[in-house]
Nanobody, 120 residues
């Protein structure tokens, strides 16, 4: 199983970006997918997570600005980021708890990072 993230870039404060992450390979089902971020000198933190059923959870600092969504048919997860702030600058990583076979707990997979820079 591979996760491929895309959509990062350089934007000004207040602007928007949409990150995408595609899961490919032998996939029976996806339990949940999420986005983490890591800023220079800081630990990686969970930004948002979504279950296959659509339940979501967000880091407090992004609530109301970021929206995570999942496309189960396409094995895709998205992170719509609005009203971006300089403190959102980080490398963003997608991950997923993915089952390669039915009725198994699944394993955690990580995508490569995509850089998001918010600066005027």
């Amino acid at each position: 199983v591979q996760l491929q993230a895309s959509g990062g870039g350089l934007v000004q404060p207040g602007e928007s970006l949409r990150l995408s992450c595609a899961a490919s390979g032998k996939i029976a089902s996806i339990a949940n997918m999420g986005w983490y971020r890591q800023a220079p000198g800081k630990q990686r933190e969970l930004v948002a997570v979504v279950t296959s059923g659509g339940l979501t959870n967000y880091l407090d600092s992004v609530k109301g600005r970021f929206t995570i969504s999942i496309d189960n048919a396409q094995n895709m997860v998205y992170l719509q980021m609005n009203d971006l702030k300089p403190e959102d600058t980080a490398v963003y990583y997608c991950n997923g708890l993915i089952r390669r076979r039915a009725f198994t707990p699944g394993d955690v997979y990580w995508g490569q990072g995509t850089q998001v820079t918010v600066s005027s």
